[in-house]
């Protein structure tokens, strides 16, 4: 890597020209998307798993259809941008193989349990409301198949938002044992919700390169400020109360959270509280069952290819 092809990229960056996969790149700003996009397309399978356990017991036909949809959505999420990582030279077995032996990383949200009906609801307003603003700014990024798989998975992700929205504020408005439900729901999700836009900047290590290199186009801090302003007076004006005591609007008129457990998000994130286990586990067992599929596939390309050839 020379110092012009670094400030050749750099301009390119700064001109807001978008990279494609055939084009010169540092080999960091690879390794980076690669790490980024990856644990991003893993967040995605995985996320299907704490939702999914609901398919069969949703409370009505419309919620199940609803369900249903959303979960084949990110199915549908993890496909994109798998598709995305690949087109920076990685094998997609290899990042499955590191998903399931626990050396990846996926969101830390996907690790909580899912207790109640109205948790359904929570992840739809809270964590897809975070995903969006973070991803919306990723619409934006630098590297062309990301930021294209990014402006559609958030038409999509809108839709779960909003869909998470509805249900939650009819609960609040509900009867009281709805109440409670969406009380509940929200008492265990606010935290994590909060803490899964990443550690604040200063603990960030990876923040500099993205941002230097046009991937990441607002900090973690500033996501998470905007997830706050859009969702505090939501959430307050369904008539729920927010778990942080030390919640207040500033001067700017910005809401501010207290202060955050990270001890709790990394072992969470480490697999030492949670579900991590138990996750990778149920993803395995998907990954042994689908063995035929990929075994079918592979043997019906093989044949297509053979015949191409004669
Ligand atoms: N869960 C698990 N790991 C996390 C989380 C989280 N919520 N937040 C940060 N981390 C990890 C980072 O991946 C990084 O790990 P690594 O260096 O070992 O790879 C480490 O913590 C330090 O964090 P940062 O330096 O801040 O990492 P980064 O700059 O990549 O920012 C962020 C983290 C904001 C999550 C970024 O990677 C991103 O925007 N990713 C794409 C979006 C995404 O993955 N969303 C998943 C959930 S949304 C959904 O699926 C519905």
């Given at each position: 890597e020379t110092a012009e092809q670094h400030a050749a990229f750099e301009a390119r960056i700064a001109r807001g020209d978008k990279i494609e996969p055939g084009d010169w790149m540092p080999a960091e700003y690879r390794r980076q998307l690669i790490r980024m996009?990856?644990?991003?397309?893993?967040?995605?399978?995985?996320?299907m798993l704490p939702e999914g356990e609901w398919i069969s017991s949703a409370p009505s036909l419309r919620r199940k259809l609803i369900l249903m949809a959303?979960?084949?959505d990110e199915a549908g999420h993890g496909q994109y941008l798998y598709h995305a990582a690949e087109t920076l030279g990685v094998d997609r077995r290899e990042l499955v193989d590191a998903l399931l032996a626990g050396r990846a990383k996926y969101s830390s949200i996907f690790n909580y349990p899912t207790r109640n009906w109205a948790d359904v609801g929570m992840i739809?307003?809270?964590?897809d409301g975070a995903a969006i603003r973070n991803q919306?700014?990723?619409?934006?990024?630098?590297?062309?198949?990301?930021?294209?798989?990014?402006?559609?998975?958030?038409?999509?992700?809108?839709?779960?938002?909003?869909?998470?929205?509805?249900?939650?504020v009819a609960y609040a408005r509900g009867s009281s044992e709805q109440?409670?439900?969406?009380q509940d729901a929200l008492n265990r999700w606010w935290w994590p919700s909060v803490m899964m836009l990443g550690p604040h900047d200063a603990d960030s290590p990876n923040s500099g390169a993205l941002s230097k290199w046009g991937v990441k186009l607002k900090s973690n801090d500033a996501v998470r400020q905007e997830f706050l302003n859009e969702h505090v007076p939501e959430l307050l004006e369904a008539g729920l109360s927010i778990p942080d005591p030390d919640l207040h609007r500033n001067e700017a008129g910005d809401w501010t959270h207290g202060p955050i457990d990270w001890s709790e998000f990394w072992a969470i994130i480490r697999g030492e509280r949670g579900l991590g286990r138990e996750r990778l586990a149920t993803r395995q067992a998907a990954h042994d069952d689908g063995a035929w599929v990929r075994a079918a596939m592979l043997t019906y390309s093989e044949r297509q290819r053979a015949q191409a050839a004669d």
């Open positions: 996009i990856s644990q991003h397309a893993h967040s995605e399978v995985v996320g959303k979960v084949q739809g307003w809270l964590v919306t700014m990723l619409a934006g990024c630098s590297y062309g198949p990301y930021s294209r798989a990014m402006v559609r998975i958030c038409s999509e992700e809108t839709f779960h938002h909003k869909q998470g929205k509805e249900m939650i109440r409670v439900m969406a």
